[in-house]
């Protein structure tokens, strides 16, 4: 059974640029969360992907957006970056929206 | 809006000694989480409290929940350094439209020898 993956594990990139970042299922895993954790932070929910669709987001602006495809994978996109957008994001994964939730390593993303 | 709050947000302990994490949070849930972070990694699972007076062990840890005083316990037992990390609590915000977990700021333990 594979777990949760992400790429990459590392990205700098500079202000109003735009950024993806990919996340892959745990086997068998239909539903993709996505956080972000600023240094020194909890992790802060974005939002989350059932079966494709958005199924629900927390209290991010609409420059973070996202996908989950056919294979459950999912992308997060985030335009116009900001210094404060440097944080680890990381995504789980989980079977059904209300189950626990499994997490990758995380992508660290440097906003110069 | 659901909000969850840890204390201590940080702790030096000595090896052998015993401590609590506690967790409280301001709205009705049934299922809490609480996870273990290195430095620079992901989240590790530790414990999923799924009921009412649920209690879970694992090692040295131990993990309640009292949903009646939204109240979440970890306890430490006899600490070793190697427990030193991060440990956040999380909580499901479960009917709330966001369906994703509210975390707390975490608790920084740190085990000195």
């Known amino acids: 059974e594979t777990g949760v993956t992400q790429s990459p594990t590392h990205l700098i990139k500079t202000r109003g640029q735009q950024v993806t970042l990919r996340c892959s299922s745990q086997s068998g895993h239909n539903t993709v969360s996505w956080y972000q954790q600023a240094l020194g932070q909890g992790p802060q929910f974005i939002f989350q992907?059932?079966?494709?669709?958005?199924?629900g987001r927390g209290n991010f602006p609409p420059r973070f957006s996202g996908l989950q495809f056919p294979n459950y994978s999912s992308e997060l996109n985030v335009n116009a970056l900001e210094l404060d957008d440097s944080a680890l994001y990381l995504c789980?994964?989980?079977?059904?929206?209300?189950?626990?939730?499994?997490f990758g390593p995380g992508t660290r993303l440097t906003v110069l | 809006e659901l909000k969850v709050e840890q204390n201590p947000l940080f702790l030096s302990m000595q090896e052998g000694k015993n401590y609590t994490i506690y967790c409280n949070y301001s709205t009705t849930s049934d299922r809490l989480y609480w996870y273990r972070q290195d430095p620079g990694k992901s989240l590790e699972s530790l414990f999923v409290l799924l009921s009412n007076g649920a209690v879970k062990q694992e090692g040295r840890l131990m993990a309640s929940l009292d949903t009646k005083a939204r109240l979440s316990t970890l306890h430490i037992t006899a600490a070793v350094h190697d427990l030193s990390a991060t440990y956040f609590c999380?909580?499901?915000?479960?009917?709330?439209?966001?369906?994703?977990?509210?975390f707390g700021k975490g608790t920084h333990l740190i085990i000195q020898p």
């Open positions: 789980a994964s989980s079977l059904g929206r209300n189950n626990e939730q499994f």
């Open positions: 992907y059932y079966r494709e669709e958005e199924n």
């Open positions: 999380a909580v499901d915000n479960v009917g709330g439209g966001a369906d994703g977990l509210t």
